[in-house]
């Protein structure tokens, strides 16, 4: 049996990070790139960031969409007691990108042109294709004006769980008359 075809929240991010450095032309093992690209924001709060630093932010989410709703479920099998299950769906995923810096805006266009060039079928993800322009969004702090845009995207993953269920090796039904005959049958596979 083959093992169930899902990803994880660690490997989408991981999977999205790795893509995001990848269209800002970011070497992610490259000190000077440490912390340019986030996958979520900083628990403790600091260090910061400078307001001239180029910073990309990545949240993930599942969605609860119509696709989701929909399950394709195939039995195979069914000697052994067991048949085999194989149960496959759509999941719906919204990135969202939080970019921050002088080229916020550059940086966002950037990613939303590159997504159209990705394949990202490898990892059962396909692209929505209705792709929103990004919004630039600038975000008063600490009396400054901070250049931010902001865009997301929605991701369709195909899913496949797989397992085993066990299977009726007979039944026995009982047949009763009005004139109080009752006969059995046994039907065994």
Not at 3 to 26: H, K, M, P, V
Not at 161 to 171: D, E, M, S
Request: proline share 5%; hydrophobic share 35%; net charge negative.
């Amino acid at each position: 049996m083959m093992a169930d075809t899902i990803l994880t929240l660690d490997q989408l991010e991981s999977i999205f990070y790795n893509l995001t450095c990848q269209l800002l032309g970011l070497n992610p093992e490259d000190p000077n790139n440490f912390g340019k690209v986030r996958v979520s924001w900083q628990k403790d709060g600091t260090p910061g960031w400078a307001i001239t630093d180029d910073i990309a932010f990545l949240r993930i989410s599942t969605l609860n969409d119509p696709y989701t709703q929909q399950r394709d479920t195939v039995y195979t099998g069914g000697n052994s007691g067991e048949s085999n299950v194989i149960t496959s769906y759509t999941r719906v995923h919204s990135i969202q990108w939080i970019i921050y810096g002088p080229n916020s805006y550059e940086n966002a266009n950037l990613l939303r042109n590159g997504l159209f060039k990705s394949d990202l079928s490898l990892n059962n993800l396909f692209l929505v294709l209705d792709v929103p322009v990004p919004i630039r969004s600038p975000e008063l702090f600490n009396g400054r004006w901070w250049e931010r845009s902001d865009f997301s995207v929605r991701f369709n993953e195909k899913a496949i769980l797989q397992g085993t269920v066990p299977v009726i090796q007979g039944v026995n039904i009982q047949i009763k008359t009005e004139e109080g005959v009752t006969e059995n049958v046994n039907i065994t596979s």
